[in-house]
């Protein structure tokens, strides 16, 4: 410890001596010698509140206590709050060191910035979108600002592996050593972050183009303590004439209300509606009993001053305080840990949940989650998929696999990111005010971070974007931006990357039953289950965004959904495991421990014995009436690639929750059916993509100016995976 | 053309050349057709010494040679006693703007100030100094205080926009010299330069209200084209080269603002208001014509810049028209150019040529087979290749200009705004971004 700590500048040690910590730990004092170097990238892994950020800043703030002109860290974070959180943990150490910290972000004090334009020194703390508003408005000062750049930190790293704004980070940070003359001679880059998966994987992540290499350090297992609980509540099926029977969500919010009084707590409800509803309902029950309301909802559609309140409410940690709320409250914000952590649906993967599950236990305490899963009650006419409890197993499933095997999803690298990579071209020429084409894709493609892109990829883009107005070619050769491309560039919306999903009207005869996201794969003719009920596609209007449904026929629709992209395979098999041993108990040892409430696990024995009754282990295709069932227990691409393949067949089907619905059909139709299709080669996953409406693939930001072939493309490689469900096809099927 | 050439001449122009850039001076031996435009131009500089003002577009295409073209009116300028200020334009300095980038582009224009006698620039000194010199004389002459002489002969500027202040500097100049205070001079050159970014440095140093700044940039120009008239010079004429960066400005509003600008400026200059003073403004095609981004976007400017109609049709250029189009160098043009090239390189001798006129041939066919027509529509790395090959002819004369022409490798001209990427040799062989290179929307 002693040799570390010396090398560490002496204002540091003095301040590590005031804190008064007894010793550096672990990965803080393995950080010291890699970052001091200078010459590497470092990837530090550990669980939150391992004292991550210190480990970076012991060093890196050494590193740079000498240097007076320009900017010595760049420190980059997902959220303005972190930032704000940040710059206050960061107060005292750069009051030792007399060392500048400056948050720079949308919300950030005038004073400050010009404070540090004036005069560029010590720690810049800022989001991507500031960031990419400097190199865009103001290069020359980046250029000189940044030229003594010695460190680029990432918090929260794992927020932006394999997402848009990921990359978007990735590509400044390649602009932003090509500004400074850089490239040659890198600029260290350091990330910090939580949960991650296939670790190996994460350094290219990191730096794509390699010309640094990188040292890893994880923290050693954290030896917490976590209490899990899952719970089940019967969803009645007719409660009306019925006093003595409530509802689940009913049951739930009591539960809820007798659970969480008095101390702090997160419940996440995966939907805006769900929270909503939820939060009013628990603020009645206190109103009713005449107790102080502790209960308030947390989603992006809310008000910001409601959200920041609420976020107060739970850093002063005075008041006992229970957020209802939605991703929006995953990422490491400050907020203090909360005594524990309830979901009430399913998740919907598996490092969302460790995140979730990483916000309870406070100090000495053990970090607990409950889950409060609700099934619907069965009857003869209930669907199959209630009838296995599918939403209770995935969530057992999810929880195995976080605590046995310490699993969570891998970032999906391969995505070519279209939309963001389009943003980039507009971006850079912006900025430099013409390019060249070679050097836009030597500089975003070669030395950047979009890998996957070939060089016809970019020139079919180049090419539509100059149809549409977006860049120009001057007679020198030069690309400049065009007349929509300056429209885009100059609002002050260009800067981010990401939007809010687009939601689709449902409208059913002539009302509008409400709105559903586009991320859901949808084709005329399939079924949807909308508000409890099932309604068959008769048409999708591309340019008014809306979907006309009837009311159809076709048993009780599933309560459970789960329709979308984001379950993993794993996940899947491993409840494909849980249904087969009839056993989810975890071991400890020699114990089985059951974390299970009577409830659920009646509802659990009832899942696993229809599994038993219908065969499912050796039928993957089950028939129950009219209609069939596949059961491939493989993930979402898979899924959705068989949905498809059917219903270019000329089938009639749809997916809920993994498990596919195929009308009016026989085992042997179905089998046959793939079986052949298996024989010639499969569509790839661009032919897939094809066949949905073009208003389907728009996702991301910029997806609108994409050529309709790139864009189908990139969404066939999101959404399907053709020589996996091949495999499975040959191994299950045949 | 039996003259000899200066060595001075021969290095400045060989050295330019070699480089790419423009040479300053001894540009009249490489002059190469352009006869009309250039008789164009003289005449409207005979205007301006004569109390007119001129406003002129130079449009060509990247590489047809504007720069070089503007450099031979501004040598011609000098020549009939005009002090001339010339600056090109770039993402950092533009007509107008709101922080620091037009007086940036003042400060530019007024570091590049020329005379005859100083061609090379810097010549804001010796100007100012002139002045003081005159009216010290007038003020001998009369037995009066300098003072007051030079309040008097700047008179006329103060009725015009910051004028007032304009004066007080020429006289704290005088003042500096009086007392020897080499520091108040200096000063107040500062302050000619627009280089003083506060108001309240520049009241400190010089007990001034105001500075030269974004805001007064023309009033500016005006002030200094009746300043130079009054320290013994014919006029002001101001170059302002590589206008397309306000094409490529992102910022509707930032370009909005500069064509209203242009605007004025060429309102004020064509209706008679501004006197001895001559704008010249080189850009491409593009700025000029592209209706949502060039100059034409701007309605007020497409009117006044229209094609003559009657000469279109009639199938003739007319030069008197504010836009002048300059056609890309001919082929033909480009062999006579060699041939200056090869006569200057000689120093004017004759018996002293390196290569015979086959040779020229010759490079020309081999330039033309590399890279094709850019051969002679853009001519500045041809020019480079030729001057390359001469040089090494000239240090080793053993060798034959047979063996050096098939082995001439000839760049092709690629600008951009965008710095180049550099990256280690060893990676550079992987990368494939130069299939590329031709890419055309």
């Known amino acids: 410890m002693i040799e570390e700590y010396q090398r560490l500048d002496k204002r540091v040690q003095k301040w590590l001596f005031n804190q008064g910590w007894p010793d550096l730990r672990e990965i803080q004092k393995r950080a010291i010698a890699p970052i001091l170097s200078g010459d590497r990238d470092v990837l530090i892994s550990a669980s939150t509140a391992a004292g991550k950020t210190e480990a970076f800043f012991l060093p890196a703030c050494s590193a740079i206590a000498e240097e007076e002109n320009g900017f010595g860290i760049l420190y980059v974070s997902p959220l303005k709050a972190l930032i704000n959180d940040q710059y206050r943990r960061l107060e005292s150490l750069s009051e030792m060191l007399d060392m500048q910290v400056t948050p720079w972000h949308g919300d950030s004090l005038q004073s400050k910035k010009k404070k540090a334009r004036n005069n560029p020194s010590g720690i810049l703390l800022i989001t991507p979108e500031s960031l990419e508003s400097l190199l865009v408005r103001e290069p020359g000062w ?4 940044f030229t003594s750049l010695k460190y680029i930190v990432i918090d929260e790293f794992h927020a932006f592996i394999g997402t848009e704004r990921g990359q978007q980070l ?66 009645p099926i007719d409660i009306t004439g019925d006093e003595k029977r409530t509802s689940a969500e009913q049951q739930i919010c009591q539960e809820i209300f007798s659970l969480c009084r008095g101390d702090s707590h997160l419940v996440f409800a995966n939907s805006r509606s769900r929270t909503e509803s939820i939060a009013a309902q628990l603020s009645d029950l206190c109103e009713q009993q005449v107790v102080p309301n502790e209960f308030f909802p947390h989603h992006g559609s809310l008000a910001k001053e409601l959200r920041e309140d609420l976020e107060a409410r739970l850093q002063k940690e005075t008041l006992p305080t229970t957020a209802i709320c939605t991703m929006t409250l995953e990422l490491g914000i400050d907020i203090g840990k909360v005594s524990s952590v309830i979901q009430v649906t399913a998740p919907h993967s598996v490092s969302s949940l460790r995140q979730r599950l990483g916000r309870s236990g406070r100090r000495n305490l053990p970090s607990i989650l409950r889950m409060l899963i609700a099934e619907n009650e069965l009857s003869d006419k209930s669907n199959i998929v209630d009838g296995l409890r599918l939403e209770l197993v995935q969530s057992l499933a999810m929880i195995r696999l976080l605590i046995v095997n310490n699993w969570f999803e ?18 850079v020429i912006a900025q430099w005010g013409s390019a060249r084409a070679d050097q836009l894709y030597s ?8 890998k996957e892109i070939s060089i016809q990829h970019f020139k079919q883009l180049l090419s539509h974007m100059g149809k ?40 059913a005869g002539s009302k509008t039953l409400g709105t559903l996201p586009v991320d859901s794969l949808i084709l005329k003719d399939q079924h949807i289950i909308f508000g409890g009920r099932r309604w068959k596609v008769t048409n999708i209007d591309d340019e008014k965004k809306v979907i006309y449904v009837t009311s159809t026929k076709g048993g009780k629709p599933p309560k459970f959904n789960g329709s979308g992209m984001s379950i993993h395979d794993k996940v899947r098999q491993e409840m494909l495991s849980i249904y087969r041993t009839g056993d989810y108990r975890i071991e400890v040892g020699n114990q089985k421990i059951d974390f299970v409430d009577n409830l659920g696990r009646q509802l659990f024995q009832e899942g696993a014995y229809l599994f038993e009754e219908a065969n499912l282990e050796k039928q993957p295709v089950y028939q129950s009436g009219k209609h069939s069932y596949i059961f491939s227990w493989m993930g979402d691409k898979v899924v959705n690639t068989l949905t498809v393949l059917l219903i270019r067949s000329g089938f009639v089907c749809s997916n809920f929750a993994g498990v596919i619905e195929v009308q009016n059909s026989n085992v042997d139709d179905i089998k046959n059916c793939l079986i052949a299709i298996t024989k010639d080669d499969l569509p790839d996953e661009t032919e897939l993509a094809g066949t949905l409406s073009l208003q389907q693939k728009l996702i991301e930001k910029y997806d609108e100016y994409l050529p309709e072939d790139l864009l189908t493309e990139c969404y066939g490689q999101k959404a399907f995976n053709s020589s996996a469900t091949k495999q499975w096809i040959i191994a299950c099927l045949v | 053309m ?33 006869s009309n435009e250039v008789k164009a131009l003289y005449n409207d500089i005979e205007r301006i010494s004569q109390g007119g003002a001129a406003f002129r577009l130079i449009i060509g295409d990247y590489g047809s040679g504007k720069t070089f073209f503007l450099s031979v009116v501004r040598s011609i300028a000098l020549e009939k006693k005009l002090v001339t200020v010339n600056a090109d334009l770039s993402p950092d300095r533009r007509i107008h703007a709101s922080s620091g980038q037009a007086r940036k582009l003042y400060s530019e224009l007024m570091r590049n100030m020329s005379t005859r006698n100083k061609p090379n620039g810097n010549a804001l000194s010796s100007v100012v100094e002139r002045f003081v010199t005159q009216a010290r004389k007038e ?31 020429i006289d704290a100049y005088w003042n500096g010299h009086e007392q020897d205070n080499e520091e108040l001079k200096s000063n107040a050159i500062r302050w000619l330069r627009a280089e003083y970014t506060t108001k309240t440095d520049a009241r400190r140093d010089l007990d001034v209200r105001t500075i030269i700044s974004d805001n007064s940039f023309y009033d500016a120009l005006k002030l200094m084209s009746l300043f130079v008239r009054q320290a013994g010079y014919e006029g002001l004429l101001v170059n302002l080269d590589e206008m397309v960066h306000l094409y490529k400005l992102s910022s509707t509003q930032a370009r909005t603002s500069n064509y209203e600008q242009i605007l004025r400026i060429l309102n004020d200059c064509l209706q008679g208001s501004a006197e001895y003073l001559g704008f010249l403004l080189g850009g491409t095609p593009e700025f000029l014509l592209d209706p949502r981004r060039g100059l034409y976007s701007y309605e007020a400017l497409q009117s006044r810049l229209a094609e003559n109609s009657f000469a279109q049709r009639a199938g003739v250029i007319d030069y008197s028209s504010p836009a002048l189009h300059l056609a890309s160098l001919t082929p033909e043009e480009l062999y006579i150019l060699l041939k200056n090239l090869r006569h200057v390189s000689a120093e004017g001798d004759t018996s002293k040529y390196l290569v015979p006129d086959d040779a020229l041939k010759s490079f020309l066919h081999h330039c033309s087979q590399t890279i094709g027509d850019a051969y002679f529509r853009t001519p500045r790395n041809t020019i480079k290749a030729f001057l390359d090959m001469l040089a090494v002819l000239e240090q080793n004369p053993s060798m034959q200009w047979s063996q050096l022409v098939q082995s001439i490798a000839i760049e092709d001209d690629r600008p951009s705004d965008t710095d180049e990427i550099m990256v280690d040799e060893e990676t550079g062989e992987i990368l494939n971004s130069d299939r590329l290179a031709d890419f055309k929307l």
């Open chain 1, 142 to 145: 980046v250029k000189q600002s």
């Open chain 1, 170 to 235: 990735l590509s400044l940070l390649t602009r932003l050593e090509h500004i400074t003359g850089r490239i040659s001679n890198p600029i260290p880059r350091v990330a910090l972050s939580a949960t991650l998966g296939e670790l190996e994987k994460v350094p290219l992540s990191l730096r794509p183009n390699k010309s640094l290499p990188c040292e890893t350090i994880t923290g050693s297992q954290h030896q917490s303590t976590i209490k899990v609980q899952v719970k089940g509540y019967l969803e």
């Open chain 1, 410 to 427: 891998p970032a999906d690298t391969e995505q070519m990111h279209l939309s963001t990579f389009l943003h980039q071209i507009l971006s």
């Open chain 1, 443 to 450: 500089l975003l493609c070669e030395q950047g971070s979009f």
């Open chain 1, 468 to 507: 549409v107005q977006l860049i120009q070619q001057l007679n020198s050769g030069e690309l400049v931006l065009g007349i929509e491309g300056e429209r885009l560039t100059n609002s002050y919306t260009f800067y981010a990357v990401f939007k809010t999903p687009e939601e689709f009207r449902i409208v």
């Open chain 2, 2 to 34: 039996e003259k000899r050439i200066r060595l001075k001449e021969r290095d400045a122009i060989i050295q330019s050349l070699k480089s790419g850039v423009t040479p300053k001076i001894g540009i009249q031996h490489i002059q190469v057709g352009r």
């Open chain 2, 139 to 169: 003020a001998d002459e009369k037995n009066g205080d300098v003072s007051t002489v030079i309040h008097q002969k700047l008179a006329s500027l103060s009725e015009l926009v910051g004028g007032y202040d304009f004066a007080k500097v």
